[in-house]
């Protein structure tokens, strides 16, 4: 149980290399305004702007995103932004709350393994005074 527990984790930490992706989470305008805003903005404003109001400070890695509801912006194409609308119940799954979620179910199964091999010690001790 223990062994598993690490197994676990490293899986984890694998999917986060492999399916990780850094986005900025924004509020999406209406796609009919993106191209009013794209006519009003100053080239020096940031180019999420153009798009929807940003949420949080910056970039954030997420998982498990469905790559047809990012956006890339033709004047930035490294920069990609994932519309997010909060009210209708999406959240993006980070990778913090990920990495998170895997280290509690593994400080669980770490648990249940000690557990069980405390368990299994004391019917042993059991058994063999028992048996004496």
Known sequence: MLALAVLGLFACQTAVSL???????????????????????????PVWQVYGVREGSGPVRVMFINAETLITPPEDPTM??????????????TVNAFLFRATLAAAAAGFLGCGLLMAGAIRARWARRRAT
Do not use: F, S, T
């Open 19 to 45: 399916l990780a992706v850094e986005v900025m989470i924004i509020r999406a305008w209406p796609e009919a305004e993106w191209e009013a805003q794209r006519a009003i903005r100053d080239p020096r404003d």
């Open 80 to 93: 990609r932004l994932l519309p997010v609308d909060r009210a209708a119940g999406q959240e993006p799954l």
